[in-house]
Every structure is written in structure tokens, then in C-alpha cells.
């Protein structure tokens, strides 16, 4: 999955606005019944790895969890919303491996220069650890 800020503006370079983001993707509100394997926030946008549950299809995880992240960050119904509408999504296939695919995920800042090792960005989570 991913899904971009509006008209990519880095909200997520603001130290406070990342770490309410990130609390709130710690939530198992957030996500419902479907269960996030791993995630990176980016400073304009969001990867992350979901292992859908029974009751919650896509679209609604997904608005569930952009819609908590903009009325946590006060951009709720009277201010535009940081995301931009819809989002991307892979499914992955039986060829494809869980854990390749989250590293891939992981690595998204280290690809982005934003640091060298992926231990050294502080806006990701990962079940594996």
C-alpha cells in the first residue's frame, strides 16, 4: 500500500506531526480487523504492508486510517485533508516473500537518502521484531 500527502507536501518532516502518525498506526483501532506487517512514513507519504482480516476491505482500512491521522493532526472536516484521495496497492502474489517484500518497504528512506541504515529512521515498525 501507499498513499501520498497532498500535492506531496512533506507534513511528515514535522518531528510531532510523524510522531502522532506513528502512534496512531500503533493502534489496533486503526487498522481494524486487518493487521499491519510492517509500515515507513515518509516525510509525503505512507508505505505499509497489510494483511487484510475478515470484516474490512481495503478501502475502508485505509480511509479509516487517513481519516485518524488528519483529526489527530487537526485537519479534520473545516481544514483540507493532508492526504490525497486514494492510494495505491499490490497485491502480493504466492511467489512473494512476506519478508522480502517489507524490507524492500523498510528500505524506502535509505532509497530516499533521507538516512544511511534503516535502523537509523525513526518512523517505521515492522511485526518481524
Given at each position: 500500500m501507499?498513499?501520498?500527502?497532498?500535492?506531496?507536501?512533506?507534513?511528515?518532516?514535522?518531528p510531532e506531526?510523524a510522531?502522532?502518525?506513528?502512534?496512531?498506526?500503533?493502534?489496533?483501532?486503526?487498522?481494524?480487523?486487518?493487521?499491519?506487517?510492517?509500515?515507513?512514513?515518509?516525510?509525503?507519504?505512507?508505505?505499509?504492508l497489510?494483511?487484510?482480516g475478515?470484516?474490512?476491505d481495503?478501502?475502508?482500512?485505509?480511509n479509516?486510517?487517513?481519516?485518524l491521522?488528519?483529526?489527530?493532526?487537526g485537519?479534520?472536516?473545516?481544514?483540507?485533508?493532508?492526504?490525497?484521495?486514494?492510494?495505491?496497492d499490490?497485491?502480493?502474489?504466492?511467489?512473494?516473500?512476506?519478508p522480502?517484500?517489507?524490507?524492500?518497504?523498510?528500505?524506502?528512506?535509505?532509497?530516499?537518502?533521507?538516512?544511511?541504515?534503516?535502523?537509523?529512521y525513526?518512523?517505521?515498525?515492522a511485526?518481524?521484531?
Amino acid at each position: 500500500m501507499t498513499s501520498v500527502t497532498a500535492d506531496r507536501v512533506p507534513y511528515f518532516l514535522e518531528p510531532e506531526f510523524a510522531r502522532t502518525a506513528c502512534r496512531l498506526m500503533m493502534e489496533s483501532r486503526t487498522w481494524g480487523d486487518a493487521n499491519a506487517l510492517c509500515w515507513v512514513l515518509m516525510p509525503d507519504h505512507w508505505h505499509g504492508l497489510i494483511a487484510l482480516g475478515e470484516r474490512d476491505d481495503l478501502s475502508t482500512i485505509m480511509n479509516r486510517f487517513k481519516s485518524l491521522v488528519s483529526k489527530r493532526l487537526g485537519h479534520g472536516m473545516k481544514k483540507p485533508c493532508i492526504w490525497a484521495r486514494g492510494f495505491h496497492d499490490h497485491a502480493l502474489r504466492h511467489d512473494e516473500d512476506l519478508p522480502t517484500t517489507a524490507r524492500y518497504i523498510m528500505a524506502n528512506p535509505v532509497r530516499a537518502g533521507l538516512v544511511e541504515h534503516v535502523n537509523d529512521y525513526p518512523y517505521w515498525n515492522a511485526t518481524w521484531l
